[in-house]
């Protein structure tokens, strides 16, 4: 039973990881709030949206959120 409930929590918390990814802006929708919001005009925008956007870092909390995941439902662990 343990393990039923071990694969439903892992399958629960991979949805939500994968929910959390899924929502993220990427860099052209960044720019598209920031013309829509901002009235910025879309050189800017685009430039703005690269110059704040840290693709290693975004990707590094997800590698981290990914481990953590894996870690709590690994079986070799309890």
Known sequence: MQETNSKSG???DAI??????????????????????EEVDEIDAIN???RNYDGM??????IR???????????TNS
């Not at 899924?22 to 919001?37: F, K, P």
């Not at 870092?57 to 997800?62: A, K, P, Q, R, S």
């Not at 894996?70 to 079986?75: A, E, G, R, T, V």
Request: proline share 0%; no cysteine; aromatic share 8%.
């Open 10 to 12: 892992l399958a629960s």
């Open 57 to 62: 870092e975004t990707v590094e909390h997800l």
């Open 16 to 37: 939500k990881f994968v929910s959390q990814v899924a929502n993220l802006l990427t860099t052209e929708e960044y720019a598209q709030v920031l013309i829509d919001e």
């Open 65 to 75: 959120v990914a481990r953590h995941i894996w870690d709590k439902h690994d079986s």
């Open 48 to 50: 703005l949206a690269y």
